[in-house]
């Protein structure tokens, strides 16, 4: 087998990989659909920023515009909740169904200002292409992996003030994707996902909904990236809404694992909580 072989056999699968997954979804008329409703919330102690120092960084005058304490440091705010508990950027969505309402995804635009990406958090399609806008004078280094610090599955560096495309292909069953700027670690967003258009990304209040949903049993995901998944098995009846809820606590948070003070890129007093240094700390 030549190489030129290799290369035409390997774009095949990949083709075949990518239209089967587009297949597995069907858009039909939804008759007698039922609606799921409800909040996210977060119990307990908030949990502690990420914070970094800019000086061991560069760009620091443009960096320090946004999100930036008395002593130069950006603060990353994972967890922004409202008043009486609701948690932003959790992503719900419903497993396994093959068929049901139209999928009118927004495309993916993630904006880089003040060495910032936004939005925090996308829904993404298997093979879906997606831009990066780079708003500053300077370059970013756009590096995208599977997983939290998993594999790279690409490297998207972003000239000043230009917009570049990418596409997100995911191995095997992973859902979730983290980009990460290589130049400055604190530029991060997150990506999870979806098979089908019955998802929502909650705003500041934690509140949701999701309607027009094909009678049946599947299984209903609460996804935050620094907490572990919830899941609920749910039953939709004809013309029925149901109200469910899910609550994270706080005192569960998962740091990503890269993130340790041995990096020397993150403030002393961003440790793990349960850590020796974190008892230390009264974490």
């Known amino acids: 087998m030549n190489f030129r072989t290799t290369i035409t056999i390997a774009t095949l699968l990949l083709f075949t990989s990518l239209s089967a997954e587009s297949k597995a979804y069907q858009e039909i008329e939804v008759i007698n659909g039922g609606a799921i409703e409800g909040k996210v919330t977060m119990t307990g102690k908030m949990p502690f920023p990420r914070v970094y120092h800019l000086i061991l960084f560069p760009n620091i005058d443009m960096c320090s515009e946004v999100e930036t304490d008395d002593e130069m440091n950006r603060v990353l705010d994972d967890f922004k909740i409202s008043e009486d508990g609701g948690l932003k950027d959790v992503v719900i969505t419903l497993e396994h169904i093959e068929a049901g309402k139209s999928f009118n995804k927004e495309p993916i635009m993630i904006n880089s200002e003040d060495c910032k990406f936004t939005p925090d958090v996308n829904v993404v399609r298997q093979g879906e292409a997606f831009q990066v806008n780079n708003l500053d004078a300077v370059m970013h280094n756009s590096q995208l992996y599977q997983a939290e610090r998993g594999k790279i599955i690409q490297n998207l560096p972003v000239p ?82 149901i109200d469910i809820n899910f609550s994270f606590n706080a005192d569960k948070i998962v740091r990503p694992l890269y993130e340790t003070i041995k990096s020397g890129r993150i403030k002393k007093d961003a440790v793990y909580p349960g850590t020796a240094k974190g008892r230390e700390l009264g974490r």
Not at 209 to 227: F, Q, R, S, T, V
């Open 160 to 241: 000043p003030e230009e917009i570049i495309d990418g596409k997100v292909t995911f191995q095997k069953k992973y859902k979730i994707f983290q980009m990460i700027c290589g130049m400055h670690e604190f530029m991060q967003t997150w990506g999870y996902r979806v098979q089908n258009p019955y998802y929502y990304i909650t705003k500041l209040g934690g509140e949701f909904k999701i309607d027009n949903i094909p009678p049946g049993d599947y299984n209903l995901n609460a996804w935050h990236y620094l907490m572990k998944p919830q899941n609920q098995k749910i039953n939709i009846a004809k013309n029925e809404t």
